[in-house]
T-cell receptor
Framework: DAGVTQSPTHLIKTRGQQVTLRCSPK?????VSWYQQALGQGPQFIFQYYEEEERQRGNFPDRFSGHQFPNYSSELNVNALLLGDSALYLC????????????FGQGTRLTVV | GQNIDQPTEMTATEGAIVQINCTYQ??????LFWYQQHAGEAPTFLSYNVLDGLEEKGRFSSFLSRSKGYSYLLLKELQMKDSASYLC?????????????FGAGTRLAVHP
């Protein structure tokens, strides 16, 4: 049973560029949440997708957007990259009804130079 | 507002016991989770508490007091591989949905 998979694992971008990160949830999971984790900090909630709709959003600007596909996989897009966007981006999948913990992918390490 | 506090760093000796505390102030409390995260890796689930009391899973135990907004993670018979960050996370129910809110994490260093 494949867990949560994210791609790519590492990425280097230049300020002002755009980036797309991808996530495939654990088999059977229907809810995907995205987190940003700066070095030495805990994960910060970006947004959550269920049934292809964004239904919760953390304190992140509109430069951060996302999408969920019918197969429950998800993308995170960040426009106009800033140096401060350098972080580990984590995807977590869970069940909307039933189940307890969220399962995390290995993350995408984004470096903006 | 939502606030989760845990110590930044702790050190302990191999074979010993360590307790990592977490206090929280959140709305819509719907469970508390502990995750372990090794450097550069994904958080992995350790424990879940939704009712008051102690949950035990092998060398790891977690305690919750909802009235005090307090939890702790107890690690027994420490091993070198337990050196990692430990994240306290509260599941908050708001607007009809759940989301996880994380503390900054506690970096535990286990020494021989």
């Amino acid at each position: 049973d494949a867990g949560v998979t994210q791609s790519p694992t590492h990425l280097i971008k230049t300020r002002g560029q755009q980036v797309t990160l991808r996530c495939s949830p654990k088999s059977g999971h229907d809810t995907v949440s995205w987190y940003q984790q700066a070095l030495g900090q805990g994960p910060q909630f970006i947004f959550q997708y269920y049934e292809e709709e964004e239904r919760q959003r953390g304190n992140f600007p509109d430069r951060f957007s996302g999408h969920q596909f019918p197969n429950y996989s998800s993308e995170l897009n960040v426009n106009a990259l800033l140096l401060g966007d350098s972080a580990l981006y984590l995807c977590a999948s869970s069940l909307e009804f039933g189940g307890e913990e969220a399962f995390f992918g290995q993350g995408t390490r984004l470096t903006v130079v | 507002g939502q606030n989760i506090d845990q110590p930044t760093e702790m050190t302990a000796t191999e074979g010993a016991i360590v307790q990592i505390n977490c206090t929280y102030q959140t709305s819509g409390f719907n469970g508390l989770f502990w995750y372990q995260q090794h450097a550069g890796e994904a958080p992995t689930f350790l424990s879940y508490n939704v009712l008051d009391g102690l949950e035990e899973k092998g060398r790891f135990s977690s305690f919750l007091s909802r009235s005090k907004g307090y939890s702790y993670l107890l690690l027994k018979e420490l091993q070198m591989k337990d050196s990692a960050s430990y994240l306290c996370a509260v599941r908050s129910f708001s607007g009809g949905y759940n989301k996880l809110i994380f503390g900054a994490g506690t970096r535990l260093a286990v020494h021989p």
